[in-house]
């Protein structure tokens, strides 16, 4: 099974789980918070702000695409300090060490 087989429906569950967790947003953020260079935009986004507007257009563009995904990172560290006192965010962490392990 290729990796886009394998990350697509784990970026669909990512999704769901942070609609389950009222932390989807509907407004994108201004265009000067998407440009940020620091890594996961920790100075102008949230975690979950990166992953829904920066993360996952980005792999669900290059899977629809076809174009080569990309491997050997690991997000999942990042995001298991950032939400450390969040117990409500451990399934979501879950899915990006599954995420993770598929682009491996």
Same mark, same amino acid.
């Given at each position: ?11 669909? &569950? ?9 932390? !989807?947003?509907? %407004?994108?953020?201004?265009?000067? #918070? ?5 890594? $996961?935009?920790?100075? %102008?986004? %949230? ?5 829904? !507007?920066?993360?996952?257009? #980005?792999?669900? !563009?290059?899977?629809?695409? &076809? ?5 050997? $990172?690991?997000? %999942? ?6 939400? #450390? ?11 990006? #060490? ?7």
């Amino acid at each position: 099974m290729s990796r886009s087989h394998v990350l697509l429906p784990l970026l669909n &569950q990512l999704e769901q789980a942070l609609k389950a967790l009222n932390i !989807w947003q509907d %407004t994108p953020p201004a265009q000067e #918070k998407l440009m940020s260079s620091e890594p $996961f935009a920790i100075d %102008t986004m %949230t975690p979950s702000e990166w992953l829904q !507007w920066i993360f996952m257009p #980005k792999m669900l !563009w290059l899977i629809e695409q &076809q174009q080569p995904l990309p491997s050997g $990172f690991s997000i %999942t560290p990042y995001f298991e300090e950032a939400w #450390k006192e969040q117990p409500e965010m451990h399934d979501i962490v879950a899915l990006l #060490k599954q995420i993770d392990e598929a682009c491996a």
